[in-house]
């Protein structure tokens, strides 16, 4: 049955970020995207209403004049692999929050959830990409940064370089009916959101502590790129800005900045926490020097290693693994709280 425009704009505006026109329409990949991220953030659901009128009619194609009947490669798109980094993310941040008590979530956990958001957004529309070497690819880098936050930014790297080049066209199959789809992504949205939920409702102190500690490792990062921190900055603080050329000047200075400001505030008292247990672990005071950190680190090291230590071998892993953790923290560079703050006084 033929898809008509005016019923995909009127699902596209009455529950566009619930992916209702994408289910309309048979993109049952973009359909769940959607579902899991509101219509992009409301950004992609906003930019799609230039590009329903190519929907429609590439879900009205006849199925043996399609492109994408399994012949030929599309052609390389910068937006979806973009996309597909985004998204690869995303999917990281949320097992992170929610996964990450799993004992081995940095090797299993981890690298499936980035691997399977990447593959999301290389199946949506007529095409797709190879599921074992895009899942390998995240496997197999997982375990260079094993045990850090930012491991998501380079897995969802290699996992979306590896998606596009395996990306093809989908195989022509028949129907499904509307019963069955709803199953398949229903199932698909409780094992994304069940874990979360969990989280959040059983363990919301852990889990804030999980996205605080999580938020701190990336904008630590980001303290190497100057620029880039700023950009993420500015996209944390989007809502206030949106919100002021909605509302004005009227009240908003001096409550609903303070509302971020308590965000970063969160954030990095946490950092601070972590970094003096660091200090704690090595016998250091606030103000240690690099090379005094090198030089601690290196005398515990040769003190604790396990294999110094064959007669206390349990105590010893524990201490090893502790000052490791502990020289992690200490050797990310410390970033000015007042560096975000003319964000206030910019407007």
């Known amino acids: ?12 505006a009455v529950g566009g970020p619930a992916g209702l026109h994408h289910l309309y329409l048979g993109r049952d990949s973009h359909a769940l995207l959607w579902m899991l991220t509101l219509g992009g953030g409301g950004l992609g659901w906003l ?23 399994g012949r030929g490669t599309p052609p390389l798109s910068l937006i979806r692999f973009v996309a597909q980094m985004i998204v690869g993310m995303y999917f990281g941040l949320v ?27 290389a199946a949506i529309g007529n095409q797709t990409s190879d599921l074992k070497n895009t899942l390998g690819a995240a496997f197999l880098t997982s375990p260079i940064f094993y045990g850090r936050p930012i491991a998501i930014l380079p897995i969802s790297l290699a996992a979306s370089i590896t998606a596009q080049k395996h990306r093809r066209y989908k195989p022509s199959v028949g129907s499904e009916t509307l019963s069955v789809r709803l199953y398949r992504l229903g199932l698909a949205y409780l094992a994304f959101t069940g874990p979360l939920v969990h989280s959040v409702l ?22 190497f790129f100057p620029l880039l921190g700023r950009l993420l900055e500015s996209v944390l ?13 009227h009240g908003i200075s001096s409550s609903y900045f303070q509302e971020w400001e308590k965000l970063y505030e969160f954030v990095h008292s946490f950092q ?9 672990v090595f016998g250091l005071s606030e103000g240690a020097t690099n090379e005094e950190i090198h030089g601690r680190y290196r005398e515990l090291v040769k003190t604790w290693h396990p294999d110094h230590n064959r007669y206390q071998m349990e105590e010893a892993q524990r201490r090893f693994l502790e000052i490791q953790a ?20 910019s407007f």
Not at 1 to 12: C, D, E, I, Q, V
Not at 111 to 116: E, F, I, N, S, Y
Request: glycine share 6%.
């Open 237 to 249: 603080l989007l809502p206030f800005r949106a919100w002021k050329l909605l509302v004005g000047d």
């Open 1 to 12: 049955m033929a898809k008509g425009l005016l019923m995909t704009y009127t699902l596209w």
């Open 202 to 223: 059983c363990h919301t102190a852990v889990t804030l502590s999980y996205v605080a500690d999580t938020l701190g490792s990336f904008l630590s990062w980001f303290s």
């Open 326 to 345: 502990a020289y992690e923290v200490l050797r990310q560079p410390r970033k000015p709280r007042e560096s975000w703050r003319w964000e206030e006084t």
């Open 95 to 121: 097992a992170l929050i929610s996964l990450s008590f799993m004992a081995s979530f940095y090797i299993v956990g981890l690298p499936l959830a980035v691997g399977l958001g990447v593959l999301l957004v």
């Open 47 to 69: 930019w799609e209403f230039w590009m329903l009128p190519s929907f429609v009619a590439q879900a009205n194609r006849a199925q043996e004049q399609r492109q994408g009947s």
């Open 272 to 280: 601070d926490e972590k970094r003096q247990l660091a200090l704690q």
